[in-house]
């Protein structure tokens, strides 16, 4: 009985005291959220969780400032395309066409002496002008010898081959690609400017021994025909002659085939044409 007792009474103080408990913590929160609405002002709260304004977040460290600088100076440079088409190097420059031909004289003497590798120069005879550009009286162009050589058998001249590749404009070296189509007033096929072939010439030249014989032999003929002592004779000497020239004529175009052509030699101040292959451009 006494143990019953015993029993009620702890149950019941287990009961109050889980009570008293309840109505601390209820009265404990209660006191918290009276605090928060007393000293802050809800709405900012929760205006200031859904900001975006830099100025509402704490400051950052200088480290993690100088990354976020450096990031965003990156974000911000201008991205600057990569040149890869020749026509953007040239772009807003003044393009002179190809084709255009410009009248020039040699500064020094050309010959099929001068061996390939050297360099040979040009001055423009008259001011070149046009509506984007002009370019002045004596401006120099500046060409190298590819190839040469002098004069060679079968009567065949010598050779000088010259390629321009480059022009003095307003105190700059402006690259061109550009070759000879006249010189010394005379024209020039691919490039090549020859010396005379002179196998026609040089073959004439063999058949005079020839020639010469045949009309001595027909005057020598005539005296004899002039004197009746004599006029048996005149037909061996008109033979003699008629052989001479004949075989001399067969002859000459073979000894020709091994004589050598005429040399390459223009004076200096001589009137050159120079023609553009491709665009040239200037600033």
Known sequence: MKIKLYQQILLT???????????????????????????????????DTNTNDLESLPELPDNLKNNSTNN????????????????????????IHKGT????????????????????????????????????????????????????????????VIKINSMNYKNQTIPINAYITKADNKFVFLNNIKGERTYLKTMWKKGAWGRSMFHRMCSLSAKLGSDGATLVLVPFSFVYGVL??????????????????????IQSGSNFNIRLLDDAYIN
């Open 72 to 95: 965003s100076s990156r974000n911000n440079q201008t991205y600057t395309k990569p040149i890869t088409n020749i026509n953007d190097i040239h772009a807003g420059n003044t393009k």
């Open 101 to 160: 031909i410009f009248h020039v004289t040699n500064v020094s003497q050309i010959s099929d002496y001068l061996t390939s590798g050297t360099t040979v120069k040009f001055k423009l005879n008259s001011p070149v002008i046009k509506n984007k550009y002009s370019i002045p009286k004596g401006a120099i162009f500046t060409g190298e010898i590819t190839e040469s050589h002098q004069p060679q058998v079968s009567c065949n001249g010598g050779l000088v």
């Open 13 to 47: 103080f287990s009961l109050i005291m889980l009570s008293i408990s309840v109505v601390k913590a209820f009265d404990l929160d209660m006191t918290v959220d009276d605090d928060i609405r007393t000293n802050y002002n809800s709405s900012k709260l929760m205006n």
């Open 244 to 265: 001479c020239a004949g075989g001399n004529a067969v002859i000459s175009p073979v000894t020709a085939f091994f004589s050598k052509g005429g040399h390459v030699s």
